[in-house]
């Protein structure tokens, strides 16, 4: 099984980047996807989720209303377009996926691991 994130870069505040993780390796239709983000110094946090189905979606209060998580099943891969990026949102992205609740924030509670992919934004 491998997730194979992609999109980081760097970006000036207010601006946006689109991240994307493919799936491979088996089906993940049935499972929750999800995006992780660790700054330096600090623990990683769950950023937003799906459902499997893309009709549930949970999102932490820092990037409510500036990001938005999509899927498509067909391709087994999962999507963060994040806008009005600050300097806050620095950090290393990583998608993740899991069976079960769709906001658990442990880490430990999710069962696959992307790579992760660098996001700088410059004030």
């Known amino acids: 099984v491998q997730l194979q994130a992609s999109g980081g870069g760097l970006v000036q505040a207010g601006g946006s980047l689109r991240l994307s993780c493919a799936a491979s390796g088996r089906t993940f239709s049935s499972y929750v996807m999800g995006w992780f983000r660790q700054a330096p110094g600090k623990a990683r946090e769950l950023v937003a989720s799906i459902s499997w189905s893309g009709g549930s979606t949970y999102y932490a209060d820092s990037v409510k209303g500036r990001f938005a998580i999509s899927r498509d099943n067909a391709k087994n891969t999962v999507y963060l377009q994040m806008s009005s990026l600050k300097p806050g949102d620095t950090a290393v992205y990583y998608c993740?996926?899991?069976?079960?609740?769709?906001?658990?924030?442990?880490?430990?509670?999710?069962?696959?691991w992307g790579q992760g992919t660098l996001v700088t934004v410059s004030s």
């Open positions: 993740a996926v899991r069976q079960g609740a769709l906001s658990n924030p442990l880490p430990s509670q999710w069962d696959y």
